[in-house]
Antibody, heavy 117, light 107 residues
Framework: EVQLVQSGAEVKKPGESLKISCKGS????????IAWVRQKPGKGLEWMGI????????RYSPSFQGQVTVSADKSISTAYLQWSSLKASDTAMYYC??????????WGQGTLVTVSS | DIQMTQSPSTLSASVGDRVTITCRASQSISTWLAWYQQKPGKAPKLLIY???SLESGVPSRFSGSGSGTEFTLTISNLQPDDFATYYC?????????FGQGTKLEIK
């Protein structure tokens, strides 16, 4: 099982940029798809996008296309989620997860992003 | 975009009960469906994949069934640790939408 470790909580102002990370432990991490999932306070799970670490093939949920950027650096087994201009509505917990057997089988601990003026 | 609809949104049950949660897809997804359990402040945990395959380490009182557009998660002999929120998710060709969740509460 892959262990995923996410970067720490962030507090940002509207309009600021942000990049959060998700680092995997497996030596075969480059062969994994990594997904990002948003969970707003008290709400459900929303799939945002997914990237294949081997070649950075990336797919987005239509709801998040153009709103965020998913990227990866396979040399350091790390996937990223990035915003160029945060809004208050981006306040949420963000999880990364590995895709295996057509489901998200390993999850990071989550990164809490708070956007407030 | 495939829409996933769970019912009920909230379910009250007692320890030892058998409960069923339903998930409907807006179009056929064959058996490309997963179920997750989430407890407050924790990341989701995979329970079932490919509609009916039990993830390693998950108790056998959890079972999944269905295909096409209608799926169910059944929990037999509810245990105190099972009271949580459950989500279904379609996993069909780079589309991974979740249902809105079902909160399982203690009666």
């Amino acid at each position: 099982e892959v262990q995923l470790v996410q970067s720490g909580a962030e507090v940002k102002k509207p309009g600021e940029s942000l990049k959060i990370s998700c680092k995997g432990s497996a030596h075969t991490f480059a062969s994994y798809w990594i997904a990002w999932v948003r969970q707003k306070p008290g709400k459900g799970l929303e799939w945002m996008g997914i990237i294949y670490l081997g070649d950075s093939d990336t797919r987005y949920s239509p709801s998040f296309q153009g709103q965020v950027t998913v990227s990866a650096d396979k040399s350091i087994s790390t996937a990223y989620l990035q915003w160029s201009s945060l809004k208050a509505s981006d306040t949420a917990m963000y999880y990364c997860a590995t895709l295996h057997s057509s489901a998200f089988d390993s999850w990071g601990q989550g990164t809490l992003v708070t956007v407030s003026s | 975009d495939i829409q996933m609809t769970q019912s009920p949104s909230t379910l009250s049950a007692s320890v030892g009960d058998r409960v069923t949660i339903t998930c409907r897809a807006s179009q056929s997804i064959s058996t490309w469906l997963a179920w997750y359990q989430q407890k407050p402040g924790k990341a989701p945990k995979l329970l079932i994949y490919r509609a009916s395959s039990l993830e390693s380490g998950v108790p056998s009182r959890f079972s999944g069934s269905g295909s096409g557009t209608e799926f169910t998660l059944t929990i037999s002999n509810l245990q105190p640790d099972d009271f949580a929120t459950y989500y279904c998710q379609e996993c069909n060709s780079y589309s991974y939408s979740f249902g809105q969740g079902t909160k399982l509460e203690i009666k």
